[in-house]
């Protein structure tokens, strides 16, 4: 499946931002998908996962309550709205996915096959 980010900017310290993740090549509905994210001299870590059904979600603590994952089907899309944003959330964000049609989800980078190119997050101060 090939993965294309966008929707990346600059914005001031609790502002928002909704990134968008399309999808093409194979059926998206079976796909697990995530957002992870890579600051500058950081590891790539993980942000969220949402099921193939769509019905359950999972974050990491650090955007629990300010980010929300939700996917169109209809559309292949993938979707991260960011609330809330903080200088900390500033890094290249990042659309992945692989193929499962279970509840389980995988919180770890690691765990994705596909990935997107990334889209730029950049919060100021």
């Known amino acids: 499946v090939q993965l294309q980010a966008s929707g990346g900017g600059l914005v001031p310290s609790g502002g928002s931002l909704r990134l968008s993740c399309a999808a093409s090549g194979r059926t998206f509905s079976n796909y697990v998908m995530g957002w992870s994210r890579q600051a500058p001299g950081k590891e790539r870590e993980f942000v969220a996962a949402i099921t193939s059904s769509g019905r359950y979600t999972t974050y990491a603590d650090s955007v629990k309550g300010r980010f929300t994952i939700s996917r169109d089907d209809a559309k292949n899309t993938v979707h991260l709205q960011m609330m809330s944003l903080k200088p900390e959330d500033t890094a290249t964000y990042y659309c992945?996915?692989?193929?499962?049609?279970?509840?389980?989800?995988?919180?770890?980078?690691?765990?994705?096959?596909?990935w997107g190119q990334g889209t730029q997050v950049t919060v100021s101060s």
């Open positions: 992945a996915a692989y193929g499962s049609t279970t509840t389980y989800m995988r919180a770890t980078p690691g765990g994705y096959n596909y």
